[in-house]
């Protein structure tokens, strides 16, 4: 006899800044029953090749999405920002409908090489908590991230990068409180110098295909 599980739900995390499923098997579970996903049918984890982890008879009801082990902040080089892990009402309507969660990047997170970044530092009062946009200078904020409590942040700019005429990313960076206002940044400056000039404002160059550190200094 054949003993066969209806689907309950399909969760996937994904990179908020490319879009991508989290390469990472994460130690996704669902609150009270401490469900696990299924596993894949090699048996070797339960991350599915398409990113998704998928939930077999699950029992009814509110359930939190548990991506972490308990009491972490972060988990393999990810952080979600939201203060409260995903909910999911079960059933679902159409269960076989995959749900797609954000996560970002630690401040520490390792990239791949050849990867167009910045890894930031805040400088001065209150930089810890910040909401963090960069886009190219002349195009619309459409990515964030935040800065931790050191005022640290990592942000990867998705997408094709076109260069300036000195055959740099122009990027432009803006900080603000959750919610409320801007807080101006002054200057930055690169480490090493040798990355690129201190600049002043918000607009910023970097080399393509590097994840520059930078440290901003708030008004």
Known sequence: MTVSHALSLAVRFVDHFSGRPVPQELPVRLSETLARPALRPDGSG????????????ASPGT????????????????????????????PLAVPAQVIDHDLWPTADAQVAPGTTGVRGKLRGAGG??????????????????????????????????????????PLTIEARIPGGAVRPILSGSFLPASAGAPFAGQDFTILAQTVARVTFQLA
Do not use: C, K, N
Not at 67 to 88: K, Y
Not at 149 to 164: M, N, T, V, W
């Open 63 to 90: 359930r939190r999405i548990l991506w972490r082990h308990p009491f972490q902040r972060s988990q393999s080089g990810w952080i979600r920002w939201d203060p409260a892990d995903p909910e999911v009402t079960l």
């Open 46 to 57: 339960a991350r599915q090749t398409d990113g998704s982890y998928r939930f077999l008879g």
């Open 128 to 169: 810890a908590g910040l909401e963090i946009r960069i886009a190219l200078q002349g195009q619309p904020f459409d990515r964030m991230t935040r800065s931790g409590q050191a005022g640290e942040f990592l942000f990867l700019p998705p997408g094709a990068l076109p260069l300036d005429a000195g055959g740099r990313v």
